[in-house]
């Protein structure tokens, strides 16, 4: 059975900082690419970032330079460091994992709620 369990949302005031965590098992780790994603309410989910098999990442841009995607192999945990948090990063995350070459392979975490406010 796969299960993709985050953990680290809480709230948090405008410029401060938040780790996510997201646990897998039940999948071989190191080949499934491994994604946040987040949903704010009243919009679509959204790609955060993305850590590739191969090492490679991607941001959306409006994280870019704030957030970093890591990746504990040796553990089957993916981290989000989010840094300069602002209001509007406010929103549900999600861990998401995809298989490396069976695309439509994909598994979804609970979501951790993310609160940036004053």
């Known amino acids: 059975q796969v299960q993709l369990v985050e953990s680290g949302g809480g709230w948090v005031q405008p410029g401060g900082s938040l780790r996510l965590s997201c646990a897998a098992s039940?999948?071989?780790?190191?080949?499934?690419?491994m994604g946040w994603y987040r949903q704010a309410p009243g919009k679509q989910r959204e790609l955060v970032a993305r850590f590739h098999s191969d090492g490679t990442t991607n941001y959306a841009d409006t994280v870019k330079c704030r957030f970093t995607i890591s990746r504990a192999n040796a553990t089957n945990t993916v981290y989000l460091q989010m840094t300069s948090l602002k209001p509007e990063d406010t929103a549900v995350y999600y861990c998401n994992a995809v298989h490396y070459r069976r695309s439509q392979e994909v598994y979804w975490g609970q979501g951790t709620q993310v609160t940036v406010s004053s």
């Open positions: 039940g999948i071989i780790f190191t080949i499934y690419t």
